[in-house]
């Protein structure tokens, strides 16, 4: 029998990588699983800690990443991706998706490993075209608030096809969507998790500006799949991965509130600088190259989220 493929993840304790490495476990691979746990939590991994095809290193992979053995593929996720982190640590996003994209891809050519690094819809800034096809460059700020995310993953995808150019690397890209489910934190500052704990607490649910701004959201499953699938595909240009239902905020928060019980109201505060005021993918890439599509409707996702977070939640107001 030949030995398990072995699989590096970055940012393995965060939201979307801890369930990519429980994806690649489950197809059977060995899984070496990195984060610097600056915003990802080993609590997200603690059912796979002692599993006998997954191993953990804190590192930083903004520092030479040095993995013994063979490496069949990378996985390259680590990044802040919340608006509070990326404005909490603007200096550590740059780094992350530059000098942490240079290790991962150097570390690819020694190894001679498949990778994809994990993009995001957020390279198309505030968009003038809707949805948005990866053949779209954007509309970003490169010196506003959110340049320091936006713009890190745009140099991170630039590099990544000079590898690709340069070195002949076999190299992915996934720009992804907004995407929630389970292990996202509460405190996270994401749209989801807020409205989520706003509303348990039954506080004020916070929509900025009108609240008519729209969002596409992709539930993790269905996320994880597509990333998958594009690892296990021949396509290195650019693929979006999300789902293209759309949604405005403020329909978002009285679905929200609906769930809870209807407790809550909303309260307008200001809009944020650079806040996109759409975003949906076309995903006619990735349903002809990859037969992929999301499958999990919002209202199946939201229940299976907002019983996550009921869970969460009460354990944080039980402690002492």
């Not at 072995?6 to 990195?34: E, K, N, P, W």
């Not at 490993?113 to 948005?132: F, H, M, N, R």
Request: net charge negative; with cysteine.
């Amino acid at each position: 029998m030949p030995e398990k493929k072995r699989i590096l993840i970055t940012g393995a304790a965060g939201f979307l990588g801890s369930h990519l490495c429980d994806r690649y476990l489950q197809a059977g691979y060995r899984v070496l699983g990195m984060d610097n746990l600056s915003t990802g939590v080993l609590t997200n991994l603690s059912h796979v800690l002692g599993h006998p095809n997954f191993d953990f290193v804190q590192h930083d992979v903004t520092k030479f990443i040095s993995v013994d053995g063979e490496l069949d593929e990378i996985l390259h996720l680590a990044s802040p991706a919340s608006p509070v982190d990326y404005l909490r640590m603007p200096i550590q996003t740059l780094k992350v998706s530059s000098l942490g994209t240079h290790n991962c891809l150097g570390l690819a050519k020694a190894k001679s490993s498949k990778i994809l690094i994990a993009s995001t819809s957020e390279v198309y800034g505030d968009p003038t075209v809707s949805p948005q096809t990866e053949e779209y460059w954007g509309n970003v700020n490169p010196v506003g608030p959110r340049g320091v995310y936006d713009e890190a993953k745009r140099f991170q995808e630039a590099l990544t096809m000079a590898y690709h150019n340069v070195h002949g690397l076999e190299t992915r890209i996934a720009r992804i969507f907004n995407t929630y489910g389970p292990r996202m934190r509460l405190q996270d500052g994401r749209v989801f998790p807020t409205f989520i704990r706003q509303a348990l607490s039954g506080a004020p649910i916070t929509v900025f500006g009108d609240g008519l701004q729209t969002r596409s959201f992709c539930f993790v499953q269905d996320t994880v799949e597509g990333i998958f699938k594009l690892m296990q595909s021949d396509y290195h240009l650019p693929l979006n991965i999300g789902n293209p239902e759309e949604i405005t905020i403020k329909a978002l928060a009285e679905e929200i509130i609906a769930l809870a019980g209807g407790k809550s109201e909303i309260q307008y505060e200001h809009l944020p600088k650079d806040d996109p005021a759409q975003r949906r993918p076309d995903i006619q890439k990735a349903k002809s190259v990859l037969d992929w599509e999301p499958k999990t409707s919002r209202k199946e996702g939201l229940a299976l989220t907002f019983a996550y977070f009921e869970k969460v939640f009460q354990l944080s107001i039980d402690l002492p």
